[in-house]
T-cell receptor, first 114, second 112 residues
Framework: DVKVTQSSRYLVKRTGEKVFLECVQD?????MFWYRQDPGLGLRLIYF???????EKGDIPEGYSVSREKKERFSLILESASTNQTSMYLC?????????????FGSGTRLTVV | GESVGLHLPTLSVQEGDNSIINCAYS??????FIWYKQESGKGPQFIID?????DKRQGQRVTVLLNKTVKHLSLQIAATQPGDSAVYFC???????????FGRGTSLIVHP
């Protein structure tokens, strides 16, 4: 019944490494999102995409990039990981339909940068 | 790592009690609302949703109430169980926007 899958639950990376977080959804959703979640700060939108090869900056895009080559897959890239990017990363997807948005989250990736 | 429940309002209840979690939303044009449950270390899980043309919707042990006049949303959980312990937060969407606005959440603690 899993509909939004994030490839890793836990990751530990070194400062300066390039990090890829992968997200795949099987609901044929048009929209996909990457958030980070930190205690006391809630969910903050990093990037989103409303179509293949399209991307839009969210509230905190600095230090991140994304890739959406296929409709079902949305990747978050940390070009050079830093300790302040230690966080819980959440992927979500939604439909652009009018009946309901079906806004669904993945199970999250806890990233630690050391 | 730190729990997302830190720094949030907390509601403590006894097992078997009914719980009411509240959310004030910001946009009077919002037409779709969702409640999520997030357990420690996991992603948010959809609980129930409601459109703005309704004022009440019921699920299994949960009821969502919408008061558009005061822009208020509530989640009622009947016969609360220890497994209901989690952070609960609301989300609002307005027509034409793909991006929800999320509430900060409430940490529900259920004592056996």
């Amino acid at each position: 019944d899993v509909k939004v899958t994030q490839s890793s639950r836990y990751l530990v990376k070194r400062t300066g490494e390039k990090v890829f977080l992968e997200c795949v959804q099987d609901m044929d959703h048009e929209n996909m999102f990457w958030y980070r979640q930190d205690p006391g700060l809630g969910l903050r939108l990093i990037y989103f995409s409303y179509d293949v090869k399209m991307k839009e900056k969210g509230d905190i895009p600095e230090g991140y990039s994304v890739s959406r080559e296929k409709k079902e897959r949305f990747s978050l890239i940390l070009e050079s990981a830093s300790t302040n990017q230690t966080s819980m990363y959440l992927c979500a997807s939604s439909s652009s339909g009018t009946s309901d948005y079906g806004y669904t989250f993945g199970s999250g990736t806890r990233l630690t940068v050391v | 790592g730190e729990s997302v429940g830190l720094h949030l309002p907390t509601l403590s209840v006894q097992e078997g009690d009914n719980s009411i979690i509240n959310c004030a939303y910001s946009n009077s044009a919002s037409d779709y609302f969702i409640w999520y449950k997030q357990e420690s270390g996991k992603g948010p899980q959809f609980i129930i949703d409601i459109r703005s043309n309704m004022d009440k919707r019921q699920g299994q042990r949960v009821t969502v109430l919408l008061n558009k006049t005061v822009k208020h949303l509530s989640l009622q959980i009947a016969a609360t169980q220890p497994g209901d312990s989690a952070v609960y937060f609301c989300a609002e969407l307005s027509g034409g926007s793909y991006i929800p606005t999320f509430g900060r959440g409430t940490s529900l603690i259920v004592h056996p």
